[in-house]
């Protein structure tokens, strides 16, 4: 399953860049990243909540380093899709640069708020592994903070989400700050 899932999400980066290269508006291009995105989950929840890993470690790794892979870009294109709607809105650019200082601050709040699952995954730690990244361990708390594709119990584990949402911000705090000295330099 794992390496299945690996050469899926490199079959899915491949489609990305292509629709990246396709010379749409900016919002079609997101729009088409995010599509792209879900389909290929979509394609790979299916494939993994009908699998029973042979070993735990092969389901840990897939929830812990692969699934999070695949999520994040949806999360990280939704995103996008929120920024290009408030860019879209408003041609003041002290309105804009006010809604970016805001965004610069999501990664921060959520790194405050799950300090120690953000430790753990950055530390590398693998004490809490077969309880936060095994299905059958998975305590359902995580379906209030699950996004409506994310919500099949055997595709998920309590903690995945988190670092689905960890790599997303990350990379959507990488966007925010271009955007920032993009303002500050014109």
């Not at 790599?167 to 990488?174: N, S």
Request: aromatic letters at 14%; glycine letters at 2%; proline letters at 1%.
């Amino acid at each position: 399953m794992n390496r299945k899932a690996e050469q899926l999400y490199q079959t899915m980066l491949t489609d990305l860049l292509y629709c990246q290269q396709k010379g749409m508006s900016h919002q079609e291009e997101i729009d088409c990243c995010f599509q792209i995105s879900n389909k290929y989950w979509a394609v790979l929840k299916n494939e993994v909540g009908n699998y029973e890993f042979e070993f735990v470690i092969d389901e840990i790794h897939f929830f812990k380093k692969i699934k999070p892979l695949f999520i994040a870009q949806i999360e990280y294109y939704g995103y996008l899709q929120h920024a290009q709607s408030f860019k879209e809105s408003t041609n003041d650019s002290v309105t804009l640069q006010e809604f970016w200082k805001r965004e610069s601050n999501r990664l921060k709040k959520f790194i405050r708020k799950n300090e120690a699952v953000y430790n753990y995954y950055k530390n590398e730690e693998t004490e809490n592994d077969e309880s936060w990244f095994v299905r059958a361990n998975n305590d359902l708390s995580n379906f209030l903070s699950a996004s409506s594709y994310d919500l099949d119990a055997n595709a998920n584990t309590s903690h995945d989400h988190l670092i689905s949402k960890i790599i997303a911000l990350e990379k959507y705090d990488e966007y925010v700050k271009k955007e920032l000295e993009e303002i500050k330099t014109d």
